[in-house]
């Protein structure tokens, strides 16, 4: 399978600690991106990276988030201190970088963080 | 800034039927990309098909195609022939370019249409 996956599928923690996710990206792909879907609602923009540089961070991104992407290949996003309100499925996507609108996102299942 | 509305929450359609899933935007950028995605069960978002604000025709993807109007700013997406694999959550998305000129894949979706196809 060469799409884009992702680590663990389902992560159930309780509040206040530590959690760490894991995105494979295609492997030729320069561009790696996170984003966060609550339930009912559509992807929303977390970070994204062009090779091992991280280039954007929304302002969803709390200081408590962190994300790395070492030698430009897999990414981790890790959440400290976590809180019931993170809870959601945290969507993973790369891209070739192709730098027009018509930049294809390739996502993966995403990881279902639930925050008791 | 940018928006995406997806006005119908629920969409139901008989198999072998077509159905229209609706999407209006707002945006200043001059340029722009409008996507769909198909975010099944499973969670992954599977893309469907896209369309360049300077596209002259509308984009086709095998059964899918995008009814863009751009003045009215809608981009609506038609399923031809649905069948019961269908049934998901769609997501419309936009992205635009940057100061630069140049998009990456900062996309905004909107909140998404629940299709159900009945056999």
Same mark, same amino acid.
């Given at each position: 399978d060469t799409g884009v996956s992702q680590d663990p599928r389902h992560k159930i923690t309780k509040r206040g600690q530590n959690v760490t996710f894991r995105c494979d990206p295609?492997?030729?792909?320069?561009r790696l991106y996170w984003y966060r879907q609550t339930l009912g609602q559509g992807p929303e923009f977390l970070t994204y990276f062009q090779n091992e540089a991280q280039l954007e961070k929304s302002?969803?991104?709390?200081?408590r988030f962190s994300a790395e992407r070492p030698k430009g290949s897999f990414s981790t996003l890790e959440i400290q201190?976590?809180?019931?309100?993170?809870s959601a499925m945290y969507l993973c996507a790369s891209s070739?970088?192709?730098?027009?609108?018509?930049e294809k996102l390739f996502f993966g299942s995403g990881t279902q963080l639930s925050v008791l | 800034a940018q928006k995406i509305t997806q006005t119908q929450p629920g969409m139901f359609v008989q198999e072998k039927e077509a159905v229209t899933l609706d999407c209006t935007y707002d945006t200043s950028d001059p340029s722009y990309g409008l996507f769909w995605y198909k975010q099944p069960s499973s969670g992954e978002m599977i893309f469907l098909i896209y369309q360049g604000s300077y596209d002259q025709q509308n984009a086709t993807e095998g059964r899918y195609s995008l009814n863009f109007q751009k003045a009215r700013k809608s981009a609506n997406l038609v399923i031809s022939a $649905?069948?019961?694999?269908? $049934?998901a959550m769609y997501f419309c998305a936009m992205s635009k370019t940057n100061a630069g000129g140049t998009s990456y894949g900062k996309l905004t979706f909107g909140q998404g249409t629940i299709l159900t196809v009945h056999p």
């Open positions: 295609i492997s030729e792909h320069n302002r969803l991104l709390s200081d201190r976590t809180e019931q309100g993170d070739a970088g192709t730098g027009t609108t018509n | $649905s069948q019961l694999g269908d $049934s």
